[in-house]
C-alpha cells in the first residue's frame, strides 16, 4: 500500500463532542471519530476541527438573539478547548492558520489543527466579530447551520426557505472573510443563500461536507449547477461520510462515497474533490466501512480500484485543499 500520506479533512465536530457530551476526555484519550493515533495511523496533514455550535441547545426560552450570543461564547470555549489539546500534546498537533503553517507543522512531523466556526449567526450582526475569529485562528466559517440567522438562510426542504438568499450583513460578511482571509463555506446555506456566496465573495470558497445531489437527493447536497459553480470559482467539496448525505440512510459504505467522488470529478474537474469526514458530527448509523479517521485508506484502495490515478487521488486527499489554503493572505 502507498497510501499519500497528506491527508486534509475540511470537517469534523470532534470538538463539540470533548466539549459536551466527552467532556473530560482528550484527543489522545478517547473514543471520538477523530483522535491523534487515528490521524497517525492515517497520515494526517491537517484536520479542520469546527466549532459548532447548536442554536436551539443554547437558546433554552430566551430569544433568538440571546441564544446567538451564548453560542458565541460556546466557540470561545471550543477554540480554548483546541489551544488546550495543542498545548497538551505539543510533540503531536500545533494549531495553523496558514498553508506555510501546515508545511512547517508537517516538517515537525505535527499535525495541523485548522480552526473553523459552524454557525456564522455568532457574529450577531457585529462585524468586529470576524475579526476577533480570524484572530484567534479561525479560517473557516460555515455560514449558517440548519436555522435561519443574521446572514441569510439554511438548506430546506420547504422551497420558501431554499430560495431565499444572502442578507445584506451577509454580504458584507462574506466580502470582508475573503479581505481577511477566510474560507467562506456553502455546507448548510439554502440554493438561494449558496448562489449568493458565490456571486459576492472574493475570497475562497468551499463546501467543507456535502456530497452531490444528483446521487442523493437532499437539500444538505450540491446540485450539478452548483458545482459547477463552486467549481469555476476555484471551489472545492468535501465528501460527507453520513449515510443520509451518501444516499444509503443508516450506512456509511466506501462504495457510495467512491460514487459521489467520481460524480464530483465528472461534474467539477479533477481540481475540485476533497474530504471533509463529517466525524463525530452523526449519528445513527448501522454500518460505517470506515468507522474512524484511522481506517482512510480503504477509500483510498476503492478509489483506485475504481481506477483513480494516484495523481488524481493525492489532489482528493489534501492536493485541492491545499491549493485553497494558499490563496488565503
Ligand atoms: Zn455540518
Not at 67 to 92: A, N, R, S
Not at 214 to 228: K, T, W, Y
Not at 239 to 267: D, P
Amino acid at each position: 500500500m502507498n497510501q499519500s500520506m497528506n491527508l486534509i479533512d475540511l470537517h469534523c465536530d470532534t470538538l463539540f463532542r470533548l466539549s459536551g457530551e466527552k467532556a473530560g476526555q482528550d484527543l489522545k484519550n478517547t473514543d471520538c471519530n477523530v483522535n491523534l493515533s487515528g490521524m497517525r495511523e492515517t497520515g494526517t496533514m491537517a484536520q479542520f476541527f469546527a466549532c459548532f455550535t447548536c442554536l436551539k441547545e443554547q437558546q433554552g426560552d430566551r430569544g433568538k438573539e440571546e441564544g446567538f450570543e451564548q453560542c458565541f461564547y460556546q466557540v470561545l470555549d471550543m477554540i480554548g478547548l483546541m489551544e488546550k489539546q495543542c498545548t497538551m500534546f505539543p510533540e503531536e498537533i500545533a494549531l495553523a492558520q496558514s498553508y506555510e503553517e501546515i508545511m512547517k507543522n508537517k516538517k515537525e512531523g505535527k499535525i495541523s489543527a485548522v480552526l473553523t466556526v459552524e454557525e456564522g449567526g455568532i457574529l450577531n450582526e457585529n462585524p468586529d466579530r470576524i475579526k476577533i475569529l480570524y484572530e484567534k485562528g479561525v479560517r473557516l466559517m460555515t455560514l449558517m447551520w440548519n436555522y435561519e440567522n443574521c446572514l441569510g438562510y439554511p438548506n430546506s426542504r420547504d422551497v420558501r426557505v431554499m430560495e431565499q438568499g444572502l442578507k445584506d450583513f451577509g454580504i458584507e460578511t462574506v466580502r470582508q472573510m475573503g479581505k481577511l482571509g477566510m474560507i467562506a463555506d456553502v455546507s448548510h446555506a439554502s440554493d438561494g443563500t449558496f448562489r449568493d456566496i458565490i456571486k459576492y465573495a472574493e475570497g475562497p470558497v468551499a463546501a467543507s461536507h456535502s456530497n452531490c445531489r444528483a446521487l442523493c437527493s437532499h437539500p444538505r447536497n450540491l446540485s450539478d449547477d452548483m458545482i459547477h459553480a463552486l467549481a469555476d470559482k476555484g471551489g472545492i467539496a468535501g465528501l460527507n461520510f453520513y449515510g443520509v448525505f451518501l444516499g444509503t440512510e443508516r450506512e456509511s459504505r466506501i462504495e457510495e462515497m467512491a460514487a459521489h467522488i467520481l460524480h464530483m470529478i465528472k461534474i467539477g474537474g479533477r481540481e475540485f474533490p476533497a474530504v471533509g469526514t463529517d466525524f463525530d458530527g452523526f449519528g445513527g448509523m448501522e454500518h460505517m466501512d470506515i468507522p474512524n479517521i484511522s481506517q482512510m485508506r480503504r477509500l483510498w484502495e476503492k478509489l483506485k480500484e475504481k481506477g483513480v490515478s494516484e495523481d488524481q487521488l493525492d489532489l482528493i486527499w489534501g492536493g485541492n485543499a491545499l491549493r485553497v489554503l494558499k490563496t488565503l493572505r
